[in-house]
């Protein structure tokens, strides 16, 4: 199946991408440097952020009752994000943020490096559809990337969905699409303002027409086509106002028949016993079967079940009812996906009875035993990490991670391997999968001081050549030095951590440094390139990225390793690795800054109470930081499967040891502070972050600066382009002030 998708919104919480990810607001200008326009920038520094003045954040006497624990909630006001009185102490501490920043001499210099280093052409991978190829680019600067389409390679490239088109401020963004198989509509969603609600449309590829359908409330879905139509999976249309903080619950899948209205669409599938459960669909490639998959994450269980439907059966599913035969009839933490069938049986992976994945085969002719323990391998486990399977051309595309590393293969349907496909060196391969009948197959590659290059693949001769490639003005590679270490965490677990700098590193502790990890949710971070990165780099700044357990970089056992009871490893790792750098004279306290995103931002926000002295700034970015009421919100009860659940008495004293909001210390000198959110994040709402930032605020020393930036129209990550690159200055700028870095800027 061809599929176009610019962005993860599976509502897992996981945003699996470093700095320069995140809300922000635009800075005007430069208010101190222009005051003083002779004081060098370093002799500056004592000015800024002394004697802060934060809003007076009101306390109220609300207290919860955990299992016999009382525990207080004084800012609970501030989760309704609608009251006229938390939109004033959103404006008030945007305005403190505001003052600091501007006052750092160098920040407008420093965005327009950033704009520098981020102008080139960006492409993404091309997949085919019939006669067409669609692939999308971003000239340098555009808010959005554009997708174009071509008949054949040597076509003529023409824009079939510009999506700055679609707004005033370029926050509509198209998220994902999936094309007919004969190449005649595209189906595709779109994002409005960052959030994770999505809303549908079609049209026509051969003229660029949108059609009148129109779908809404989608969410957590794909677009599977079959006949003239496609299965989606949406909720129903929440309470007015509170679409962006409401649980979400019901999720339902319809079939949608073109040119009709939604509110005909047919429902195919529910489970009203079970509202907090996923049901997600995906046709195979023939358009014979129909499979469904079925998670619950909020009971706590980290796998699905699976099920197909034969729709040979079926001429008009707008007037059939769809029954679904299980594959795997019982949600456990085992994980199946279906690959691709071959002719009535199913290639699948899965981690049942294979911590580090398999491919197996399911027939269902002969099956009787609905749990997988029996299905044939035909790609068997092994001791390294299976990250993804896809087919194209009649073979299957098989990528294992080696020490995080992409290592792809080919291999016959039955299994047999025919051949590695060869990668410029360590870095990251994604990409692969599309029709049978293809003789080419797309990937990108990229490392940490490699642009993302797409290569295209000959099938039948086995070899790899460059599709299309981006230069960066000025960038040479050979300038910066890309390492991977590994070092013992505190119970002896061996970690893997990448170290990119400039070459000609002196090892003297006084490098400033950046440490980046996630830790969550089965998520890898891999080696890839980040341009805005650069502009760190090329200031002396140490960049390291540790894979830390709680990820998915050695299997289920890795994930395992920092879920639930056991997420103290996920922090003890992550202070390990600060450790190590010390130790080796990388950096020292003074000079090293820790940031993460999401899931990453509750690691910062944890490991920062347990060792504030180990740390000069730290940047939490759109966090969960109320570890007791995540599940309470939107889709954040589908978190439970990795994190617990504090209505569990056992889970509940693990998550109040270290949760983020609950365990700062009165009086305690923490690290420089900027908190990051933004007014459309459905996923981990804001009040994570205002809670957290009014709770800082209150009891942190006032040494060091405690700032919270609330965007809007952004969500869990930047919503365009613009704000990416403001998101970037103004976190770079916080870094390399609080770091001591005075940068020597074009």
């Known amino acids: 199946m061809i599929r176009h998708q610019n962005d993860e919104a599976d509502g897992s919480g996981r945003v699996p991408t470093s700095v320069a990810v995140g809300p922000v607001f635009v800075i005007c200008s430069s208010v101190l440097s222009l005051a003083c326009p002779g004081l060098p920038w370093v002799m500056l520094r004592p000015l800024i952020g002394q004697n802060l003045d934060y809003p007076k954040t009101r306390k109220a006497d609300q207290v919860d009752d955990y299992h016999g624990i009382k525990i207080a909630d004084p800012y609970r006001w501030l989760e309704d994000d609608n009251s006229v009185e938390t939109l004033a102490w959103v404006q008030a501490e945007n305005q403190v943020t505001r003052d600091y920043l501007e006052k750092i001499p160098y920040r407008l210099q420093l965005k327009s490096r950033l704009e520098e280093l ?86 026509e590829i051969e003229t660029g027409t949108v059609l009148k359908d129109d779908l809404k409330w989608l969410k957590v879905t794909g677009l599977a086509w079959f006949g003239d139509g496609f299965f989606y999976s949406r909720y129903d249309a929440p309470e007015e106002r509170h679409d962006l903080s409401s649980r979400n619950e019901g999720h339902k899948v319809y079939y949608h028949r073109l040119g009709t209205l939604q509110s005909d669409d047919r429902l195919i599938y529910e489970d009203k016993a079970h509202p907090q459960r996923f049901h997600t669909v995906q046709t195979t490639e023939d358009e014979r079967f129909v499979i ?87 790609v068997p486990e092994t001791t390294e990490t299976l990250s993804s399977v896809s087919t194209q051309g009649g073979k299957l595309f098989v990528t294992y991670a080696k020490d995080v590393t992409s290592h792809p293969y080919v291999y016959s349907l039955d299994g047999k391997m025919e051949n590695p496909i060869a990668l410029p060196g360590p870095g990251t391969s994604g990409g692969f999968g599309g029709r049978r009948e293809d003789t080419d197959a797309f990937y990108a590659y990229s490392s940490f001081n490699y642009p993302s290059t797409i290569f295209r693949y000959d099938i039948a001769a086995r070899k790899s050549t460059i599709f299309r490639e981006s230069a960066i003005k000025g960038f040479k590679a050979e300038d910066y030095q890309t390492e991977q270490v590994f070092y013992p965490s505190k119970d002896g677990t061996r970690v893997p951590m990448f170290l990119v700098f400039k070459r000609g590193l002196k090892l003297d502790g006084n490098n400033p440094t950046l440490l980046y990890a996630y830790g969550g949710f089965n998520v890898t971070v891999p080696p890839e390139f980040n341009p805005l990165r650069l502009a760190l780099l090329e200031q002396g700044v140490v960049y390291a990225s540790a894979n830390i357990r709680g990820g998915g970089e050695y299997g289920e056992k890795w994930h395992q390793a920092g879920m639930k009871l056991e997420k103290q490893n ?131 020393s006032h040494a060091n600066p405690v700032l919270i930036r609330i965007d809007t129209q952004s969500g869990h990550g930047a919503s365009n382009t613009s704000k990416a690159l403001d998101t970037a200055a103004d976190i770079y700028s916080f870094l390399l002030y609080n770091l001591g870095v005075t940068p020597r800027l074009p």
């Open 118 to 203: 981020y102008n080139y052409p960006k492409y993404g991978i091309p997949s085919r559809s019939g006669p067409y190829y669609l692939w999308s680019k971003n000239d340098g600067l555009q808010n959005q990337s554009v997708l174009y389409v071509q008949k054949g390679l040597e076509g003529t490239p023409r824009v079939l969905i510009d999506p700055n088109q679609l707004s005033a401020d370029g926050t509509v963004r198209l998220m994902a699409g999936e094309a007919s198989k004969d190449g005649g509509c595209f189906a595709y969603y779109l994002s409005s303002g960052g959030s994770d609600w999505l809303e549908g449309r079609v049209l």
């Open 570 to 700: 996920v922090f003890d790792d992550f202070i390990a690795a600060a450790e190590w750098l010390i130790a080796n004279k990388y950096t020292s306290p003074a000079k090293l800054a820790i940031s993460g995103a999401s899931n990453g931002g509750l690691l910062v926000g944890a490991v920062i109470n347990q060792r504030p002295d180990l740390f000069r700034a730290a940047v939490p970015q759109v966090g969960v930081m109320d570890m007791l009421r995540f599940q309470k919100f939107t889709i954040g009860w589908n978190w439970i499967a990795d994190y617990g659940s504090s209505d569990n008495p056992e889970e509940f004293q693990t998550l109040y040891r270290y949760s983020p909001l609950h365990n700062i210390r009165e009086g305690t000198k923490y690290p420089a502070t900027l908190i990051t959110t933004a007014d459309h994040d459905d996923r981990v709402v804001p009040a994570h972050s205002f809670k957290y930032a009014a709770t800082l605020q209150q009891n942190a």
């Open 292 to 378: 469904l998959t079925v998670s619950e994450r909020g009971q706590g269980k980290d796998g699905n079940a699976l099920f197909f439907c034969d729709l040979s059966r079926f001429d008009d599913l707008s007037r059939h009812t769809a029954s679904f035969t299980p594959i795997v009839a019982d949600v456990t933490n085992d994980r199946f996906h279906v690959v691709d069938n071959v002719g009535d049986r199913f290639l699948i992976q899965t981690n049942k009875n294979a911590p580090n994945g398999r491919v197996a085969l399911y027939d269902p002719a002969h099956e009787s035993n609905h749990d997988g323990s029996a299905w044939k391998d035909v």
